[in-house]
Every structure is written in C-alpha cells, then in structure tokens.
C-alpha cells in the first residue's frame, strides 16, 4: 500500500560529504514525521536526525553541525544531509515516515536501508 525507498548511500572517504533521500508512494494522505536512523552490526537502530511539520528538526548530539535534514511534501521526500563524515558513521541508514493513510490509519513505513561507508 505504502512503499519508502531510500538512495544515495555509498563509499566515501573522511570529511567528504553525501546526500541519502527517501521517497514514498502509494495511498498517502499526509506524512507527519520523518526520520532517520542507523544500524551497525549487534547493535539497536539510533536515532540520527528526524523532521515535524512544518520544519522543526532534531538531531542526534554527535551529528549535530554535520548532518541536514529536509523534507519536500510535494514529493514525500525526506532527505539527509551530512558533511564532514567521520569512520564512526559508517551505518546502515533508514528512513521512516510516519504516515496517514486514511482518517484513523497511521503508521510507521520503513525503507530498506542504504549503506554508508566513511573509510579512506
């Protein structure tokens, strides 16, 4: 009914820069909040960075100065940037929409995760 799917994760080295986004599509009527997590190996999802309406954000301590998060409602995009990437944010991402697909359904849709990979 309702698919997000992320882009935009790669290799890169320290201090470089990558923009991940996330698009999602189906029976939408409104999103809420965005979101980004991330994963490493044995450990839980983290929050990194999530979006309210209208824009009001938020930011894990550790990214904040690096890390941009926006959101395009024309598109149910959300997107991520982050700059001056460090070894320690090597993660799987994940985006997450909270989203209204009806009057009285909402719920959280996941994308797959991207990879991001800070390694010279």
């Known amino acids: 009914q309702v698919q997000v799917v992320e882009s935009g994760g790669g290799l890169v080295q320290p201090g470089g820069s990558l923009r991940l986004s996330c698009v999602a599509s189906g029976n939408i009527l409104v999103t809420n909040n965005w979101a980004w997590f991330r994963q490493t190996p044995g450990q839980e999802r983290d929050l990194v960075a999530e979006i309210f309406r209208p824009t009001s954000t938020e930011y894990k301590e550790s990214v904040k100065g690096r890390f941009t998060i926006s959101r395009d409602d024309a598109k149910n995009a959300v997107y991520l940037e982050m700059n001056n990437l460090k070894p320690e944010d090597t993660a799987v991402y994940y985006c997450?929409?909270?989203?209204?697909?009806?009057?009285?359904?909402?719920?959280?849709?996941w994308g797959q995760g991207t990879q991001v990979t800070v390694s010279s």
């Open positions: 997450r929409g909270d989203i209204l697909t009806g009057p009285l359904e909402r719920q959280y849709y």
